[in-house]
């Protein structure tokens, strides 16, 4: 999933999916992102708190200005508190939740439930039929 600016979903113009994503020469925060450890990116343009194969934010720079966070879930080990906090810090940034071409408020129970019906959740829940699930396709 991304996070988006708030202003980008207010805008009263249409806004293709790689628009929408840019934070342009918004001023972000990054240094409050204090409840994950900083980790080292694989390059200078990306600032990246925990590892990116756990529940993770990723700041992808242009131009030394933030042009995108992004940010995943782990739902093998993500807890309700780390869900929360990553919640409020979007909320602090004015921000909202871009998943699947869609808009969502960074809410609780609204995320929760986003994320029951997600593909992840359902290999988590059971490998065997997700994979013969898809299979069938």
Not at 87 to 112: A, Q, R, S, V
């Amino acid at each position: 999933m991304t996070i988006i600016p708030k202003k980008n979903v207010d805008a009263d113009i249409h806004l293709d999916s790689e628009n929408i994503l840019s934070w342009g020469k918004q001023s972000i925060s990054v240094e409050k992102v204090d409840f994950l450890e900083k980790q080292t990116s694989w390059t200078t343009d990306i600032v990246q708190y925990r590892k990116d194969d756990e529940t993770c934010i990723q700041f992808f720079y242009e131009n030394d200005l933030v042009e995108e966070v992004s940010c995943r879930l782990d739902l093998r080990s993500l807890s309700k508190e780390m869900l929360r906090k990553i919640l409020d810090y979007t909320k602090e940034m004015d921000g909202m939740i871009f998943y699947k071409n869609k808009i969502y408020p960074p809410n609780m129970e609204e995320i929760i439930e986003l994320m029951k019906r997600s593909n992840a959740n359902k290999f988590c829940q059971n490998p065997r039929n997700y994979y013969e699930e898809i299979s069938n396709k």
